[in-house]
């Protein structure tokens, strides 16, 4: 909670703060004999031009002692907080001068924890330029340093400080799912769990899941069709024909066989696997005795692919104990400003895979992690007193970020140690007593080596992406003469406009800044009240709504900013603008605008447009409407033959076409950006179009609307909702439409 400042005495002022007001004092002083001496001047001779100089010099001396006052008593303020803070366990946070936070820490003694940062010098330290960025600070106090250790980590999460290790949310971990059903089905799912179905999981990846529903097909034979699917089959399908589905849909297994082989799967999956090969032995047995040899060797078959499967997954099942059929590895490596944790999951006493994570803020985080357990409560607050390493900081920032929100199994297996408070803090909340282990023997040290190796592998490969990310984009800059100090700095808006022979048209818009694609920032149109299949007409369209706002906003921006006198900015990166890092270090003055508001009208430094000099027109045409920058525009115009490496960039601005080569760094760039709209752009339009087939049954049942009339009023209208809107001239205007059969559809779709 929040501790407000006791009021302050005028005796209590600091040195800083008389000085402050013995110098405005003098500054007066100052300016009475200035006065004097301009009247003397004009005995003399003089003008008033002294006199002005003088008193604007005097002014300024005010309002920097003024500013300077302001600044000690903001930290008297700050000083008086701390000073009134309990000695008990908490939250803290820091926060700046533009209402961002700084940074969320935990302390099992609020008072001294924070006091840390406030009487010590931390000159030419990242703690130091924290500090230096601290206008005021809030405060929570709690029960104990488990549930500050969870509130923490929730904040961080939540308010996403900037000197805090930060990892990506990924709520979507995906699940192997029993459908439930007389005959269930397994199917891959991604979502919140309920009890209506079984669930088996989490997998660290899709593709895990994918390899063990194609394993539970080969083994147990269970149906992956849709229940309107098996609902409608009057024959076997293919799986059934290459020995994957029993084919219950047809009748060719009862219901009791087919519940025996979904007993065993989930067993299996459970990680009963050796119950699960003695049965089968078991009933190859019987069927043996019974001189039953084909179906026996059937279910040979299934012991053998079970069998290899096991062996495969590099985990002996029997030499394993209960507590280790479900084990987390985590393994941290730290190099290049980067850091990189990869997950391992076993799960049933199979090694599923793993999952590289890699979090941000790694060097400053690390930093101020490692002095938490500098100064005088280092032994209270971290334990041991010793300074933590930047590994053992990004695994606990880990470990408690993740499993707030996942599962967790009952054994750990980390590459370096983790604290106890915070497995304590983990087992309350998640209510498993967990046990972490960071030395380990025989199988789990085999486990850990594989994902230390993955980590090794997974942050080489990440520095070389971003290192050739950064070449490319240095390569665009230079080949279009770019005016751009810093290539991160550049951002790019791709368009793609996709649809199917015109119907359900939609447009997409991707961004490029800082050497990635920003997916965060994506935007999809829906491009309605044109002729199917019109893309230059979508273009127009797509493009008046992205750029009319934000050319009313720099018209405003402009307006306000001439109308206080005040110069225009230059425009920032909307990464930069509303981040707490660029307001900390250009606190706005009071009355000026801040840096999002700016960024809010930043045109990007590049336009691509998937189209040639068609397209490009139509994007020139809304600029030039708009009062924006044609130079910006550069659309991608295919090469002959539609060859890749053969695209050529059209200008707006009518500068000659531009052919970069195949083996262009520049291309490869442009490419990857117009690749990602395409897919982008597709992937929208196929959800669209399916939503707006739905109801097409309503055409289907009208006499004279065959296959093609359908398709052709589809695309004339865009879907059913269309042509329910035409009226019967409109209806009748469609090749293969007479106007009794308009009329038609006209009745039967009102």
């Known amino acids: 909670m929040p501790v407000s400042a006791p009021p302050r005495k005028p005796s209590e002022a600091g040195p800083s703060a008389r000085a402050a007001a013995q110098a405005a004092h003098t500054g007066a002083g100052a300016g009475t004999g200035g006065h004097t001496g301009a009247d003397t001047g004009a005995d003399t001779g003089g003008d008033a031009c002294g006199a002005a100089r003088a008193k604007t010099h005097g002014a300024r001396l005010c309002d920097d002692a003024g ?26 946070r820091w926060i700046d001068t533009a209402g961002q936070v700084l940074y969320v820490g935990k302390a099992r003694s609020l008072k001294k924890r924070v006091a840390s940062y406030l009487h010590r010098g931390h000159d030419g330290t990242r703690i130091g330029q924290m500090v230096a960025r601290i206008a005021r600070l809030e405060t929570t106090v709690v029960r104990s340093e488990a549930e500050a250790l969870l509130l923490e980590n929730n904040l961080i999460k939540t308010l996403a400080p900037r000197f805090n290790i930060l990892f990506r949310d990924d709520k979507s971990y995906p699940y192997l799912k029993l459908v439930t059903h007389e005959f269930p089905r397994v199917a891959y799912y991604r979502g919140a769990v309920d009890r209506r179905h079984r669930y088996f999981g989490p ?16 083994v147990f034979r269970l149906r992956t069709c849709e229940d309107t699917v098996f609902a409608h089959r009057t024959r076997p399908c293919l799986l059934y024909q290459i020995g994957r589905c029993t084919a219950p849909c047809v009748g060719y297994i009862g219901a009791a066989d087919y519940a025996r082989d979904v007993a065993d799967a989930e067993r299996f999956l459970r990680g009963d696997a050796q119950a699960v090969i003695d049965d089968l032995q078991s009933q190859m047995t019987q069927l043996a005795d019974a001189l039953e040899y084909e179906k026996a060797a059937v279910v040979r078959d299934r012991i053998g692919s079970l069998a290899r499967v096991l062996h495969q997954q590099a985990v002996e099942a029997s030499s394993l104990s209960a507590a280790d059929k479900d084990v987390d590895i985590l393994a941290v490596k730290v190099g290049g400003g ?3 944790v990869n997950l391992a999951m076993v799960r049933g006493s199979r090694h599923l895979g793993d999952r590289a994570y ?101 942050l080489a490969r990440l520095l070389a992406e971003e290192g050739s990310q950064q ?6 800059v230079e080949a279009l003469d770019l005016d751009i100090a810093d290539p991160a700095a ?24 800082g050497h990635r694609m920003q997916s965060a920032q994506y935007r999809r149109f829906n491009v309605d009240g044109i002729h199917g299949g019109d893309d230059c007409a979508a273009m127009r369209q797509v493009l008046t709504r992205r750029y009319t706002r934000l050319a009313q906003a720099m018209a405003a921006g402009r307006a306000d900013d001439s109308d206080n006198g005040e110069a225009v900015a230059p425009p920032q990166a909307p990464g930069d603008a509303g981040a707490p890092e660029a307001h900390a270090a250009n606190p706005p003055a009071a009355g000026a605008k801040t840096a999002g508001a700016r960024s809010a009208a930043r045109l990007p430094d590049l336009v691509l447009v998937d189209g040639g000099r068609g397209q490009v027109a139509v994007a020139r045409e809304v600029f030039e409407e708009l009062g924006l920058d044609i130079g910006l525009i550069v659309g991608v115009e295919k090469g002959e033959g539609r060859k890749i490496g053969l695209e050529e960039l059209v200008f707006a601005d009518g500068r000659p076409k531009v052919h970069l080569g195949h083996d262009s760094a520049a291309l490869m760039l442009v490419a990857q950006i117009r690749d990602e709209a395409h897919r982008f752009a597709i992937t929208g339009m196929r959800a669209r179009r399916a939503g707006v087939r739905t109801g097409g049954s309503r055409l289907e049942e009208i006499a004279g609307v065959g296959p093609r009339r359908r398709a052709r009023l589809l695309q004339r209208f865009g879907g059913v909702r269309g042509v329910a809107g035409a009226s019967v001239e409109d209806l009748a205007s469609v090749q293969g439409v007479s106007k009794e059969l308009a009329e038609e559809i006209y009745r039967a779709l009102h």
């Open 358 to 458: 890699f979090p941000s803020h790694v060097e400053d985080g690390a930093a101020l992690s490692a002095g938490r357990a500098e100064g005088p409560d280092a032994v209270e607050d971290e334990g041991g007193g010793a300074a933590r390493t930047p590994e053992v900081a990004v695994l606990e920032a880990f470990c408690a970020q993740h499993y707030l929100e996942h599962a967790m199994p009952p054994q750990l297996v980390t590459s370096h140690a983790v604290s106890a408070a915070l497995l304590d803090a983990l087992a309350e909340h998640t209510g498993v007593r967990v046990r972490a282990t960071h030395q380990p023997r025989e199988q789990r040290r085999i486990w850990l080596e594989m994902a230390t190796k993955g980590a090794e592998l997974a």
């Open 338 to 340: 980067r850091a990189c």
């Open 67 to 92: 500013a300077a006052t302001a600044a000690e008593g903001a930290r008297t303020r700050l000083l008086a907080e701390v000073a009134a803070l309990p000695n008990l366990p908490g939250v803290y």
């Open 471 to 476: 070449q490319r984009t240095r390569a665009l």
């Open 203 to 218: 997998y660290p990846n899709a593709w895990a899941v994918k390899q063990t529903i194609e394993l539970v097909q080969k």
């Open 490 to 513: 550049l951002r790019i808006e791709c368009f793609d406009v996709s649809h199917t022979a015109g119907e359900a048209t939609q447009a997409s818009c991707v961004v490029y800044e």
